[in-house]
Each structure stands twice: as structure tokens, then as C-alpha cells.
């Protein structure tokens, strides 16, 4: 029985995913790309070096230095219309804002006459080679004519400009945790940039007292207009007073109380009389009510008329009549009489008392509007007296107002410039062009898909790479073969010559004795690695049979020069013996070509003869290498992998995708097939050292070029 190390399969190689950056792996990839990084960091420093020291104009920098006094120095005592600045952290940022104000920045401007000055106005400079650039090609291009601009308008937006600018040279911070401002100014000359920064600091300072001095002005006019004001109304309120004074009999209010407590007195007098009054009306009464003299002479009292009733004993004579009731109508008279003068008294203290009410209550309400008057007129004195003093006090304010700031330090003439810092420059650029030749060595290895080595190949499939065989110097594939035939000690020579060594060892209890050569997809070099492999083994005096397996392109007339026209097929369907058709070539030994057929080549190879065909070749030839189709073309590769001890796979260097070589690799484990090794192809000995993996190429390094003879 055919035993077949071919169909013995290999566990698929396991992928470890790891979140872990290899670092390694991630220096490894830098140093294959030094050249790349070296370069880009030369670049960019060229560049850099060229704009430090040709293309950048000088600056000069320089600052002046202001401190915000918060103490408050009151010269005269007085209290200002605008008191001092605060300390807080809003008004230290409130300030910051108005030295960057562009009200300040267009006085400044004004001052140092900066629109004449073509570093500030862009109007004023020679354009240059992007501008002029571009004003050639906008001339070139349809464009309607703008509206001509107001001169005052244009003048207006150049000043605008020219701030803008002198802002952007300007930088003004507050240095921490203290009330201290840095003006800076930076310009392409050392005495302009002090000149701007004094002047900020200045005109900053001047803006400060204008402002006390609007503001007091402004409140000594609002005083003096409400002092006149005040003075119209004192005047009137006084005015009023006196004419009220005038028009009424002044009293005041003591006075007031002496008559409130005679109208006292007269109402308890009233009370007196009234009930005086109403006891003699009420004797009037009686005695007029009594009709009989007993009831008379008690009612009445009288001795007289007692002493008559009794001695008639209640009996009266006639003459004694007479006199009682004379004498009773006396007292009836005179009782009438008193009862009448005490109504007339009682009604006249009520007459009085009504009369001096009304006084007491005229004299009260004029009394309460002489005060109301008199506290109007007081008050309108006070308010005028306060405004008046007020003005006063502004009037002499205006003379002696102090800033909230002062110069701490003016600005110092720089003696070199501050920009452009040509070492930082230098060493940015350098650092600049080491992380840009990174990012560009790690972005070419992020999206590398093709196979520069082969430990990239051994690590992506887990599979041992056999050999590594560089491009064979030849104009056509014949000449490939004449090449290695020709210069045995040649690098290509030594290649074939290890990829013989690794495919013999590759089974060290069984030798393989039929091969097959394979790849993924045509172009890769498989049928020029099993002419190289033939002719190798030929060279140890090996009798050898090589067989064109890929009978659908038949690509072994490129390589020979052969009369005859049948082969394989001719054999295995008995058409022709193998002594018939086989060819001989002194190089490679024995060669049995492909032939054309209308049959299915997966049949063909499936087909009990040429299982035949390996076990009869096994008995006559010490190796068979069998050259097949592209594994990801056509099924045929799986079907004569059958009968084969090993099987060569060939990647061509930095071309066959790694997608295409992991695909391939899986058919053949599908088809329960092991891959003995890989061959790396085609191999660029410059290109793998241009990518940095010249120290990686096996014998094809630097160091191994004295061992052959190219």
C-alpha cells in the first residue's frame, strides 16, 4: 500500500488575538523603516532650517509692565464721583479686556501713525509670490467690477486692518495671583516693538483719568443743573410760607393749649349751669304743680306760709287765705324767674362754647399748615444745602484725579529677536519628521497584505518555510534553468540547493519521492521551482521525472524545445508507452509534457490510471516532481495531492495577498491534505533591504554576498 505523508493533516495554526501591542514587533517594524524615518526627519529639518534662517523674518519682542493699584488715596478727604478699582478676579479680567480693547488699540494706532508703517498696513507691502500668483490667476478669470467703496468707508476699514494687525502682535496677561499686567509687543523691529508697548501702557493709564475726568465733569453739569432746580423750589416753599404767615394770626402751639384748656373750663361751667338750671325748672314745676296749700307750703318751704297753715290748723281764714296765696304766688314768681335766667345763662355758655371751638379748630388746622409749610421749606434747604456742597466737592475733584494704574516697568529695547527661535524649529521639525516617517512606516506596515519575509509567511500560516529563492537574472524562462545550469555557486543556485536539503529532511521515516509544486494563483514561480528543484536533484545523480500537471495552460514549451507533441495523456489512456513519449533534457533529466485534451482535468487526474501511472513511476524513478495549477483556480492540485509525499507551496515575495495564500491553505485542509512547506519566490534582495529586512533574507543578507558567485 502507497504510503502517503501528503494526506496526513496539520492542525491549522492557532490565532492568538491579543489586545497587548507587541512591541517588540512594533520596534522591529520602525527599525526595518529607518531609511523612511531618516528621511522624512531630514526633510522636514531641511525645511525647517530653510524657513528658520531664509524664509522667516526676525520679531523682536518687548514688554512693559502695569500694575492695578487698588489702594484708594483720598487727597482731599472728599469722596469721588468714581471710586477705585477692586481686586477681584472680574475686575482683573475686566481689565485685561480694555487693554485689548480695539478703542485702545485704534488710539494707539492714531498715535504712533501706524498706517504709514507697511508692517502694519498690507496695502503698503510688496506682494508676495502667493499673492502676486494668485493675483494672476484671479485676472484671468470672468469677474464683474466691484462697486467703488466710500472713501470714508475705505479709510474706516483700513484703520479697522491696521488695529486688527497690532492686535495680533500684541499679547497682554496678567501674571498669576498678583495685579500686575505684561504688554507685549512683538514686531520686526526692537525699538518700534518698546515705542508700542510704552504707548499701550500710557494711553492705557490716560484712558483711565479721561474716563474720572468725563465722569466728574459730567456730574459737576447734573449738580449744577439740579442746584438750580433746588433753589426755585427753596425759594418757593419759603415764598409760601411767608405768605401764609401773612394771611393768618400767628400762633403757636402753647398758646393752642391754654385755649383748649379754657374751652375746658367753659364746658364745665356749661355742665354746672345745666344742672343748675334743671333743678330750678324743676322747682318751678312742683310749686306750679301743687294746688292745695299744704302741698303748697311743703313744696315751696316757705316759713311763712307754714306758720299761716299752722295756726288756722289747716284751716284758713279768709284774710289768711288772701295773704297765702299771695305769698305763694310771690314764690311761684320768683322760682319761674330763676329757672328762666338760668336757661338764659346755660344757652348763652353754650353760644360761647361753640364760638371758641370753632376758634381752637381754625387755629389748629392753620396751625398744622404753617408746619407742613415750614418742614417743606425745611426740607427743600436741606436737599439744596446737600447738592450745592456736592458740586462743590466734584468741582474740586476735577483737578486732583488719580489713575488706577501706573507703569511698573517700562518697556526694555530687545538686543536679539525672540522669533523665529531657529534651534526650537530645528528640533521641532526633527521630531516632526521622526513621528511623520513613523506614522508613514507604521501606516505602510498597518496596510501591508503581501509577504516581504519569511517569518511573515511562517507567522500568518504557522507553516515552515522551506526556502527562500531570489529572482533569477534571465530575459525568458528558458534562460532561468540555463542560468542555474550554468553558475551552480550562484545565490539562486544555493536556494534551490536548500529548498532540496529542507524537502528531503521534511520526512526523515519515509523520503518523499513524489513532489508536487503548487501556489495560489498563476504568476508565482511554482513551474520555474520544480524545473530548479529537477534539475537539482538531476545534478546528484538522481534519476528524475518531471511531469506537467497543469495540462490547461501547459506552460513546459516556454521552458523546452521539444518534437514531441503527446505525453501524459497518451500514457494514461494507453495510447503510447512511456518510453514513447517521455523527452530527455541533459539539465533537468526526464520530462513528460501535458497535452490537450476535451476531458474534464479533475477526472483525468481522478481516474484509476493515473493512480496507476504514480505507482509504476515509483518503481522506476527515484524522485517524481509534478508541476500542477494554482490551488484557487482549478480542484486539480487537490485531487494529485492524493498520491504525493510532499507538497510545495509557492508565494511569490511582496505579491500574493495574504487572504489568497490563508484561502488556499484552507482548501488543502478541507481536502485532508498536508502542506510539507512554503516557498518564498521572486525574492527583490534590494526591495527586501529597501524595507528594511535585508538582515532577515537568510543567506541572501549583505553578509553572505562573498559565498556565491551571481
Known sequence: MLHNPAQVQQPSPQVVTDDTIDLAGVVSTLWRGKLWIALCAMITVLIGGYYAYVVAVPTYQSTSVVILDTREEQVSGLEGVLGGLGGD?????TEVEVLRARSLMRKVVLELDLPSDPEFNSSLREPGVMARLKGAVTSLLPRSEPAPLDPELADRSRLDSVVSALLERTTIRNVAESYVFQ??????????SARIADTIAELYILEQLQVKFDATEQATDWLSERVIELQVSLEASEARLQDFRASTQLIDEQTLLALDRQAKDLRDRISASESQTAALQQRADDLGAATTPTARAEVSEDPVLIRLLEEGRGTLSPADARSFDLRFEQILAR???EATRAADQLASLRAGLIEFEGQIERQSADLITLQQFTREAESSRLIYEYFLN??????????????DSRVLSDAVIPNAPSAPRKSLILAMSGILGLMLGT????LREAGQNTFRSARELEDLTGRTVMGQIPQIPSRSRSDAISYLFAKPTSSAAEAVRNLRTSVLLSNLDSQPQVIISTSAIPGEGKTTTSLALAQNLTQMGKKVLLVEGDIRRRVFGQ??????ELGLLAVLSGEKRLDEVINHDERIGDVLIGEATKANAADVFSSDSFASFVTDMRAIYDFIIIDTPPVLVVPDVRIIGQHADAIIFVVKWDSTSKSQV???LRLFETASLRVSGLVLTQIDAAGMRRYGYGDNYGAYASYGKKYYND
Request: hydrophobic residues 40%; aromatic residues 6%; without cysteine.
Open 662 to 664: 490563508s484561502e488556499a
Open 559 to 564: 521552458y523546452f524545445k521539444f518534437d514531441q
Open 390 to 403: 456736592r458740586m462743590k466737592e466734584t468741582s474740586v475733584q476735577q483737578g486732583i484725579q488719580q489713575a
Open 89 to 93: 478676579s472680574s475686575v482683573i479680567t
Open 183 to 192: 504688554i507685549t509687543v512683538q514686531t520686526e523691529n526692537p525699538v518700534k
Open 335 to 337: 322760682a319761674e324767674l
Open 439 to 442: 506614522g508613514i512606516v507604521l
